[in-house]
C-alpha cells in the first residue's frame, strides 16, 4: 500500500516541470532534423563536415588537414615542400596516397566528390586548390560547387532523350588489376592503335532469283489440246521460235470468220462500185448510194475485227495474209517464244487440255540475275541504289558475282525487321541459279586510310564507346572514342585515340567489368 500511495504522489508533483520539458522537446526534435538532413546531404555531396574531428576518428591519431579534408602529412597544399618528398601519380596529378582512382581502397578513408571520385580539393575539375609537382600553384582558395544539372529525361523507348556524348564528360577511373599475374590469368591481349586501308562494308544475307525483267511465261490464250511440244527444259530459244502446237477449235473459227469477212468486204465494194456508175449518170437516186457506202463500211470494220481476233492469238500479219490467199481454216496454232531464252519450265505434255491462261513454259534470260538481301535496321543508312555488290554462294567456293544496288524497299519486314534490297548481278557462265543462298557484301564507300581498332576493342559504357588503353603493367585508363564507319573486324576512330597507343582486344570485357564496379553509387550518369 505505501509503493501505490508514494506512486500515485509522484505525477502530482513533477506537473509543475512537465509543461516546461515538452515545450523544449518541441523545439529541439525539429532542430536536430534539420541538422541532421544538412549533415547527410553534405556527406552525399562530397562535402567535408567536420574533417578535423570525424578523419581524426577514422584514422586513429593520425591528425587531418581540415580545410582539405586529407591527413595533414599528405596535404601538399598546406605544405608545398612534401610535393618533392611524397611519390607522384603523374597520371591524375597528385600524391599516389591520395589517388583513389588508381587505389579505390583510399575511398573508405578520404572524401571524394561524387561525379569523378577523387578528393575535392585535388579534383582538376571540380577546382582544385593544388598544382603537380611541376605546375604553379592556383590561386583560387575553394573548391568550385559540383552542379550535377538535372537528370537526362527518358526518351519513348526509355533510352535517354539527350545525345550520348553530352550524358556524362567527366573522366572515367582508371582500371588496377591486382598484380601482373591475374593480367595474365584474365588473358588480357594488346594491339597498338594504327592506320589501314578502310574498305567500308555491309554484309547481309541474300537469295538469287531471276530477273524478272527478263523473264516470261508461255500460254496459249486459246482453249484446246496440245498436239506437238518441240522444247524441253534447258533449250535456249529465240524469239519466235515455235515451243508447240494447239489444236484449238477457237482458232478455226476465227479464222473462218476473218475469210467470211474478207468476201463479204468484196461483194460490198463490188456494189458500192456499180451504184456509183449509175449514180453519175443519174439512174438512181443518191439514198441508195448512201445506203452502198454504208454497207461497205461495216463490211471493212467486220474485217478489222476478225484480223485483230487472230492478231490477239499473236498470229502475224503475214501469217493472217497467207490465210486470205490460200483460204487457210486449220484449227492449229502454233506456240512461238516471246523472248531470246533458256526454257527453265515445262508444264505440258502431249494431248493435255489447256485453257488460255494455262501455263506451257518460262523462258528466262540468264546472264543476269537478281539476289535479294536482307538488310538489317542499323545498316540501311549506308545503303543507296547504285552501290556495287558482291554474291558469293557457298557451294560455289572460289567465286563470287559482281552488281550493283538496283532497289532498297521502304519498309521494313515486321516478321524479320529486316530491309529488302534488290541487287542485279552478272551470271555470264550461268553458274548461279535461281534459289541459290549466299552472302552479298555491299560496298557502301570508297576505300581510304584511317585510324581503326578492332571491334573486340570496344566496350559500350554509359551509352558511350570505350577502349582500355594500357598505362603500365597493371594499369589500364578506359577512354571514351568517336567511332566512324565500320569495316569488317575494325572500327574506325574519329577522335580519342593516337597512333600507336596499346589498347585491349581480347579481355576489354573484363576491364569493362572492374570499371562498372567503381561506378556504382557513384552518382555518375549510368
Not at 581540415?66 to 600524391?95: A, F, N, Q, T, Y
Not at 578502310?198 to 554484309?203: F, Q
Not at 478489222?304 to 492449229?332: K, M, V
Request: proline share 7%.
Amino acid at each position: 500500500m505505501t509503493v501505490n500511495e508514494n506512486n500515485s504522489g509522484a505525477p502530482r508533483e513533477g506537473r509543475p516541470f512537465r509543461r516546461p520539458l515538452v515545450r523544449l522537446a518541441k523545439l529541439l526534435i525539429p532542430t536536430l532534423a534539420i541538422v541532421g538532413g544538412l549533415v547527410a546531404a553534405a556527406a552525399i555531396k562530397g562535402w567535408p563536415v567536420l574533417p578535423s574531428v570525424s578523419r581524426t576518428r577514422d584514422a586513429g591519431t593520425e591528425a587531418f588537414c581540415g580545410e582539405h579534408g586529407v591527413p595533414e602529412s599528405l596535404c601538399v597544399i598546406c605544405h608545398p615542400e612534401l610535393k618533392d618528398r611524397l611519390e607522384w601519380c603523374e597520371e591524375h596529378g597528385l600524391p599516389e596516397a591520395l589517388c583513389t582512382r588508381c587505389n579505390s581502397k583510399l575511398r573508405e578513408t578520404l572524401a571524394t566528390c561524387a561525379e569523378h571520385g577523387l578528393p575535392p580539393a585535388f579534383c582538376p575539375d571540380c577546382g582544385r586548390l593544388d598544382a603537380g609537382p611541376h605546375e604553379e600553384r592556383t590561386t583560387e582558395g575553394s573548391p568550385k560547387t559540383l552542379d550535377l544539372g538535372p537528370a537526362p529525361l527518358p526518351g519513348q523507348d526509355g533510352a535517354s532523350s539527350e545525345k550520348p556524348a553530352e550524358l556524362c564528360q567527366s573522366d572515367l577511373p582508371m582500371v588496377k588489376l591486382a598484380s601482373p599475374d591475374t593480367v595474365r590469368n584474365a588473358g588480357l591481349q594488346v594491339v597498338a592503335v594504327g592506320a589501314r586501308l578502310l574498305d567500308p562494308r555491309v554484309t547481309c544475307n541474300g537469295r538469287a532469283e531471276f530477273q524478272q525483267n527478263r523473264f516470261a511465261l508461255v500460254r496459249p490464250r486459246v482453249e484446246g489440246v496440245v498436239t506437238e511440244v518441240r522444247v524441253d527444259v534447258g533449250d535456249s530459244v529465240q524469239r519466235g521460235e515455235v515451243m508447240a502446237v494447239v489444236d484449238s477449235a477457237q482458232l478455226g473459227e476465227a479464222k473462218a470468220d476473218f475469210l467470211a469477212a474478207l468476201a463479204l468486204l468484196d461483194l460490198a465494194q463490188q456494189n458500192h462500185d456499180r451504184l456509183k456508175r449509175l449514180a453519175d449518170k443519174q439512174i438512181i437516186a443518191g439514198k441508195a448510194m448512201i445506203a452502198a457506202e454504208t454497207r461497205l463500211r461495216e463490211a471493212r470494220i467486220s474485217v478489222d475485227r476478225a484480223r485483230q481476233r487472230l492478231l490477239n492469238l499473236r498470229i502475224s500479219n503475214s501469217e493472217i495474209d497467207r490465210f486470205a490467199r490460200e483460204g487457210d481454216t486449220s484449227s492449229l496454232l502454233p506456240i512461238p517464244a516471246p523472248r531470246d531464252g533458256v526454257v527453265v519450265r515445262r508444264s505440258v505434255a502431249v494431248g493435255e487440255a489447256v485453257v488460255a491462261t494455262s501455263e506451257l513454259f518460262a523462258v528466262a534470260d540468264l546472264t543476269t540475275l537478281w539476289v535479294y538481301l536482307d538488310l538489317y535496321e542499323q545498316d540501311s543508312r549506308s545503303v543507296r541504289v547504285g552501290q556495287p555488290v558482291r554474291f558469293q554462294v557457298d557451294s560455289l567456293p572460289g567465286l563470287s558475282f559482281d552488281g550493283q544496288i538496283t532497289w532498297v524497299s521502304p519498309e521494313v519486314n515486321p516478321a524479320t525487321r529486316t530491309i529488302r534490297v534488290r541487287a542485279e548481278v552478272q551470271n555470264r557462265d550461268g553458274l548461279l541459279r535461281a534459289g541459290m543462298y549466299g552472302i552479298g557484301v555491299i560496298e557502301t564507300d570508297a576505300p581510304s586510310q584511317a585510324l581503326v581498332v578492332p571491334k573486340a576493342a570496344v566496350q559500350w559504357h554509359q551509352r558511350q564507346p570505350v577502349v582500355f588503353v594500357k598505362r603500365g603493367e597493371t594499369l589500364f585508363e578506359p577512354r571514351r572514342i568517336v567511332l566512324g564507319r565500320k569495316a569488317g573486324p575494325f572500327w574506325e576512330v574519329v577522335e580519342g585515340l593516337q597512333p600507336g597507343e596499346p589498347v585491349v582486344t581480347t579481355g576489354s570485357f573484363l576491364l569493362k567489368t572492374e570499371l562498372m564496379k567503381g561506378s556504382i553509387g557513384a552518382g555518375c550518369c549510368e
